[in-house]
């Protein structure tokens, strides 16, 4: 059982940043996977980024890497996703998920939160 809750979202201008914020709690955090994914209206989710909780496997979804940073804070139980360079095409619901496994990447999540909205403006 792993409970998600997602913040840092909001408006903000083109070429501009936001950091993401995913607060986590686990009866155990040992094999743990989480994942930001995002939905726009009328298109299909999509993975952007996972990591392990141990934050020595890290995966990205296709051109996310570079603009796009997934990044863990066990101490404070929390993964973070660093957005830079935004576009408006970046605006989407941006959830946080969570699984039981190893792989950073996009199968098998179980555990969701319930969004936050990112508006890129122009």
């Known amino acids: 059982q792993v409970q998600l809750v997602e913040s840092g979202g909001g408006v903000v201008q083109a070429g501009g940043s936001l950091r993401l914020s995913c607060a986590a709690s686990a009866r155990t955090f040992r094999d743990v996977v989480i994942a930001w994914w995002r939905q726009a209206p009328e298109k299909d989710r999509e993975f952007v980024a996972a990591?392990?909780?141990?934050?020595?496997?890290?995966g990205y979804g296709k051109f996310m890497k570079g603009r796009f940073a997934i990044s863990t804070d066990n101490a404070k139980n929390t993964v973070y996703l660093q957005m830079n360079s935004l576009r408006p095409e970046d605006t989407a619901d941006y959830y946080c998920?969570?699984?039981?496994?190893?792989?950073?990447?996009?199968?098998?999540?179980?555990?969701w939160g319930q969004g936050t909205q990112v508006t890129v403006s122009s």
């Open positions: 998920a969570a699984k039981y496994g190893f792989n950073p990447d996009e199968r098998g999540y179980n555990y």
């Open positions: 990591t392990r909780w141990s934050g020595d496997s890290t």
